[in-house]
């Protein structure tokens, strides 16, 4: 689903220990595939656009695996090759608020010298009105520690953000009130896809990095398709013919939305928020995920 990612946390700490970067979610080339995300007439959304259709977007809970494959690399000190796996699990509600717990394990062979190993996990809790988001994360590099970090965000009554920071270290930040979690991030794009808009710029928060900084992300949304799926995990009663859509996220450092996106994100998604078709785009390589399995977990209702 969700937050590639789901999730969709950065790897600034890989590329400091001489790995390429491997993040947690949910994506892509920018889409020179079928179904393409660029627009065509450009409908642009807003926040304030959208938040009366924000609250009704319901999410289902899930598990979901996705292999992951060297799909594209470019230059000499690009990968060989790359195979992992995402494994993501999610649920909750907009009443009891949103779990995820996610883990990646990838196995990249440099141009030179031996396979590395990254293994990747997180696990959040985001309020189902958007207004904490509490977060740990540890990446490890051949079996070695090299990256924790632990806090919680919490939104003030007029809308700014404070976050409190365990780890790496103890730190208090604050943020101002346009900035939005990652899950309320999914459920804008899908409110901003049913309303047949092409583009969406927000401003996240998801703990990711050290835990003390924000992305602009730009997220152009492609034509809805609710065509058969080649992945069997996929071909199940609920999905048959259930909507999605091409998604592509470009990630950005705050500010600097005129230089080169940090990563970027593509899939499609479902209107449940389900994800298939991932990839994700470091700029000197790409990763393909593909879903192999499904598992739908029950989610209680909820009379908000």
Same mark, same amino acid.
């Given at each position: 689903m969700v937050r590639f990612p789901l999730r969709v946390a950065a790897?600034?700490?890989m590329r400091r220990a001489g790995l390429w970067a491997v993040i947690a979610v949910s994506a892509a080339v920018s889409f020179d595939r079928a179904g393409a995300a660029a627009p065509i007439g *450009?409908?642009? $959304?807003?926040p304030a656009s959208l938040e009366g *259709? *924000? &609250?009704t977007i319901p999410l289902a809970s899930h598990r979901a695996v996705y292999d992951l494959t060297l799909l594209k690399a470019v230059g000499t000190k690009s990968p060989t090759g790359a195979r992992g796996r995402i494994a993501f699990d999610f649920s909750g509600s907009a009443c009891d608020g949103y779990v995820q717990n996610f883990r990646q394990?990838?196995?990249?062979?440099?141009?030179?010298?031996?396979t590395r190993i990254s293994d990747m996990h997180s696990a959040t809790f985001e309020d189902g009105n958007g207004k904490s988001f509490s977060f740990k994360m540890e990446t490890t590099v051949d079996e070695e520690q090299?990256?924790? *970090? &632990?806090?919680r965000a919490d939104r003030r009554s007029r809308g700014a953000i404070d976050v409190n920071l365990v780890k790496p270290k103890a730190e208090e930040i604050a943020f101002g009130r346009d900035v939005i979690f990652p899950t309320e991030h999914i459920k804008y794009i899908l409110?901003? $896809?049913k309303a047949g808009e092409n583009t969406l710029e927000v401003r996240v928060y &998801?703990?990711? &990095?050290?835990?003390?900084k924000i992305y602009d992300?730009?997220?152009f949304i492609g034509r809805p398709t609710d065509a058969p799926v080649p992945e069997a995990a996929a071909q199940i009663p609920l999905l048959e013919h259930m909507r999605r859509w091409p998604v592509t996220i470009s990630y950005f450092d705050d500010g600097r939305k005129d230089e080169a996106p940090n990563y970027t994100l593509a899939f499609d998604l479902y209107e449940n928020g389900i994800s298939r078709a991932l990839r994700l785009d470091y700029g000197d390589f790409v990763l393909a995920g593909e879903l192999t399995s499904l598992q739908l977990l029950p989610t209680p209702p909820c009379t908000k």
């Open positions: 790897g600034a700490a *450009v409908l642009q $959304a807003t *259709v *924000v &609250d394990l990838t196995e990249l062979q440099p141009a030179e010298g031996p090299s990256d924790q *970090v &632990d806090g409110a901003a $896809a &998801d703990g990711s &990095d050290s835990g003390d992300t730009t997220t």
